[in-house]
């Protein structure tokens, strides 16, 4: 029992001696670091070779041969703990080895060692570091505050230098920077209804259209997909339902579902030309109502607001819901400067039938108001029509004799009553006969029906994408909306009023 108890006993004493050996070769090893980071390298090594020294001659445990070999093995790894005293000797010894250069023989000869001159150079990229820093918010105040003109588009319009810009577009311009500042953003998407005036309307705004792909697949289907992110933005889609109005209504449809399904915060759809707006009451048994059912689709899909121009019937607007708000444009308020600049001898407005007498008046009031035109008549032709699309019997009421005579319109189809209008004007004695319409549809023989009538002139807008024939008329001529709806839209986003456009 006693040999046993006296063999425990320096076996104890044996592995606190052990312990306390590694404790004071550990103590060792940190200082004989610590005074390699203020010597040479020779030193330094020959620290580590006597603490290696310190930890054999201690019996050769295991556990500080072990410890020995990880300190041996992360000092010589190429991942380092910046925090560590290795890390920070190899880091200078990296950096004597990429400054050679600077750091030559006669360089490097006097009272200051090899890690001293990595600190000054250190030092000294520090506060060139911090100097370049200082001076990068400086360079960007001067480039802001520097004029620049910057395309609004992928191309450059040609028309885009200061001294083609008036008043008023460097007044709307000025708006449209102060809008882009609102929170939300604004979004415009186009389909392929009118391409042409969507791209007209972003330069208006000064942005650019979103990314978007609206194709078809193989079999036919419309392909719809946004490339970039509208989460919380305030979106605008830009589609007239014109023919193909199928195929127009449905890229419209999708392209809201797409919006919609990506968070799109509010979804504006703009349509020039609103597809199937004269069929929107039943005039006889077992007829739809397609302009509702129109309105109940888009509603379903989730628009928020609609903006439209000139729609065949006010009523369009209650087709939708009171959480759709419908914002019916005047299209004539672009043709009252067109005509307001001509020399017209007695003008009269004429209105080709009772469904656009308000039309004709409104018309005839923005003329006398906005070019103080006070002697202006206005007219009404009564037609009777055998089917839809033709005209059997027209009858006059007012006196055109003498008179240079306007007829508005909301749109024109296949010009059939239009040219049958003029023919009435002239037999009563009018001296020129010019037609304004906000749609020109010119179906069939639309367009040739115009060139051989006995128009002075006729004015469409660009609601509808315009052809080749279309150009090639000399008695037809097209007007831009684009800065109407750009502005509107405008205002929209920026909570303003848009009745205030049309005063």
Known sequence: MIAARVASRKMLVSKVVSARTTSLALRTLRTSTSTAATEDAASASGAWKSAAGVLLAAGGLVGGATTLTMCEQRRQSNVRDPNTIYAQNATAKQMVEDNKEDMSVENMKGDMSCYAKVAGLAERRESEKLQRQMSQPRQQAEEQSAPAIRATSAKPAPDASPSSITKEEQRFEEQTRQAKKHSGGLKLFSGNGNMALALEIARFLGINLGKATVGRFADGEVNVMVHENVRG????????????????????????????????????????????????????????????????????????????????????????????????????????????????????????????????????????????????????????????????????????????????????????????????????????????????????PGNDRIANSKLEECVILNTIPTSPQREANEKLTELSVAPLLAQTIFNIHAKKSISALFK
């Open 233 to 444: 933005k305030d979106t605008y889609i830009i589609q007239p339902t014109c023919p193909p109005v199928n195929d127009n209504i449905m890229e419209l449809l999708l392209m809201v579902s797409t919006l919609r399904r990506a968070s799109a915060r509010r979804i504006t759809v703009v349509i020039p030309y609103y597809g199937y707006a004269r069929q929107d009451r039943k005039m006889q048994a077992r007829v739809p109502i397609s302009a509702a059912d129109v309105a109940r689709l888009l509603e379903s899909m989730g628009i928020d607001r609609v903006i439209a121009v000139d729609l065949h019937c006010g009523q369009i607007q209650g087709f939708f819901g009171p959480r759709v708000p419908v914002d019916n444009l005047d299209g004539g308020v672009v043709g009252l400067d067109y005509f307001g600049s001509k020399d017209l001898h007695n003008p009269v407005v004429v209105s080709p039938d009772a469904g656009g007498v308000y039309r004709a008046k409104k018309f005839k009031e923005g003329l006398a108001y906005k070019h103080d035109m006070q002697d202006i008549g206005l007219a009404m032709i009564i037609k009777q029509r055998a089917r839809a699309g033709t005209v059997d019997q027209m009858d006059l009421v007012g006196d055109v004799t003498d008179c240079d005579c306007i007829i508005v319109d909301d749109m024109i189809d296949t010009a059939g009553t239009l040219c049958k209008a003029a023919d009435v004007l002239v037999a009563k004695g009018a001296r020129r006969v010019f037609a304004f319409a906000s749609h020109g549809l010119l179906s069939g």
